[in-house]
């Protein structure tokens, strides 16, 4: 199976060589922001055209913002708009074209409905403080050294790894990867280079190729399984909320920007800025290691997994639960799983978002017509099933596996939610759009119920 990986590494820069990448990542920065005015100018003189009464066929010729054309207009005028260019790789001005061919190109296809999801605006300018510096490289010498601790990129030699690439090394030297590019990234006060590898993965299968699985998320818990195990919340964000706030207020003390008056930050506002920066990074690679963990145990061990298609988004507008939902990292869960089941020869199945987990008796399949919030025990008044209302959800999710089964796969079709809570089996099993095919990951249609909707009011415990 060949798939797209990445592989990203820590770097230990001399402070020459971070001289180079900064001004590699500066070359991105400068090809980018006078792409962007030259594309603005001739829209808003088209704009101002039209707005006089000019047909269309005497406006001023439109530009194209594809990456050849782009990259075409400023080899015209690089060598007055920026006299240095010699200094730089050629791919640190394509990675600032290419960014901006991208970002039009998904603002155009949000206007025109071609692109689901939230609307995406205008590209906007990228400020030589407050963008993260990184470039990215496609052609040239890009290897990884023998010795397994350097890696060799175009124009910036030899680099010292923080960390042992032999994983990537070891696939490189079988003959079963091939690196397609190189980014060099500053991400929480470090530099990193992460490689993008086409992968020739071996056809794996779980250690329990029967077995089906549900996983029900929560703040309480961070997940409960379908088979009695809970996973604890480690909620790295609240442990680390008091270093934070110390270091925040710290920072507030020093003489900072001040775009209005062009004021520049002082040294011990940098070095304050650096600290929160590690620190809220230290929080980023501690949730990130966890879920990882959990993900790939999952996805090793079952053949089958159901989840919920939560409305993350819309549980991040309740403003008292919005940190601790945000630190358990709920989206990036699902999109772990999703990938990993595929590498391990599993499947993952997605609830649809009004399905009444919590409200189904995971015993007699009676569906509760209201639960409430505080009732954390699941009392079924039909058979007299008392259980935890969790472990009752991530049984009923489980139990999905085998309608999905019993349906098939059949075509792509909206999901048809409503907040109605109806009984079992009224609704065809269908695949959520854009999902994949239906032997990894399928989607199980609404039943009603509001269950996803009520973490967002759930009392932390």
Request: glycine share 16%; proline share 6%.
């Given at each position: 199976m060949r798939t797209i990986q990445a592989y990203r590494f820590a770097l230990d820069?001399?402070?020459?060589?971070?001289?180079?990448?900064?001004a590699h990542a500066g070359a991105a920065r400068v090809a980018y922001n006078w792409a962007l005015a030259r594309v603005a100018a001739v829209m808003a003189q088209r704009a101002a055209e039209r707005s006089y009464g000019v047909p269309d066929g005497q406006l001023t010729p439109a530009v194209s913002w594809s990456l050849p054309a782009l990259r075409k207009a400023w080899n015209a005028v690089k060598q007055d708009v920026a006299p240095w260019w010699a200094g730089c790789s050629k791919e640190a001005?394509?990675?600032?074209?290419?960014?901006?061919?991208?970002?039009?190109?998904?603002?155009?296809?949000?206007?025109?409905?071609?692109?689901?999801?939230?609307?995406?605006?205008?590209?906007r300018f990228k400020s030589r403080r407050r963008t993260t510096p990184s470039v990215r490289f496609t052609t040239g010498a890009i290897r990884v050294e023998p010795d397994r601790t350097h890696v060799v990129l175009p124009r910036l030699g030899r680099l010292k790894l923080h960390e042992s690439a032999r994983k990537l090394a070891r696939r490189l030297d079988n003959g079963t990867a091939r690196i397609m590019s190189a980014t060099v990234r500053r991400d929480g006060g470090r530099w990193h280079v992460a490689f993008t590898v086409a992968v020739e993965r071996a056809e794996r299968r779980p250690t329990r190729p029967d077995s089906t699985i549900g996983v029900d998320v929560g703040i309480t818990y961070l997940a409960v399984l379908s088979t009695g195990e809970t996973v604890p919340n480690p909620r790295h964000l609240t442990a680390a909320q008091q270093r934070l706030r110390r270091l925040g207020r710290a920072l507030s003390r020093k003489t900072g920007p001040d775009g209005r008056t062009g004021r520049r930050p002082s040294h011990r506002w940098q070095r304050a800025a650096d600290r929160l920066g590690r620190a809220h990074a230290r929080v980023a690679n501690l949730r990130r290691d966890g879920l990882h963990k959990l993900t790939t145990r999952l996805a090793h061990e079952h053949a089958t997994i159901v989840i919920e298609d939560l409305n993350v988004t819309g549980m991040l507008a309740n403003r008292r639960l919005a940190r601790h939902i945000a630190d358990a990292g709920f989206a990036e869960l699902r999109r772990q799983l999703?990938?990993?089941?595929?590498?391990?020869?599993?499947?993952?199945?997605?609830?649809?978002?009004?399905?009444p987990s919590s409200k189904t008796?995971?015993?007699c399949g009676t569906v509760k017509t209201k639960l409430a919030l505080s009732e954390r025990t699941y009392h079924c008044e039909a058979c007299g099933l008392v259980t935890d209302r969790d472990h009752n959800a991530s049984l009923n999710l489980a139990a999905l596996a085998a309608q999905f089964d019993t349906a098939g796969s059949g075509p792509?079709?909206?999901r048809g939610a409503d907040q109605k809570t109806r009984q079992r089996g009224q609704a065809a099993v269908k695949r959520e759009p854009g999902t994949a095919p239906a032997?990894?990951?399928?989607?199980?249609?609404?039943?009603?119920?509001?269950?996803?909707?009520e973490l967002t009011r759930a009392p932390i415990r």
């Open positions: 820069l001399t402070p020459g060589q971070e001289r180079d990448v900064l001005f394509n990675t600032g074209l290419d960014a901006l061919a991208r970002g039009l190109k998904n603002w155009s296809d949000s206007r025109t409905g071609k692109r689901a999801g939230r609307p995406v605006g205008f590209p999703a990938y990993k089941t595929q590498w391990s020869g599993g499947r993952l199945i997605v609830a649809d978002r009004w399905y008796c995971s015993g792509v079709a909206a032997d990894q990951t399928g989607t199980v249609p609404p039943q009603g119920g509001t269950t996803n909707r």
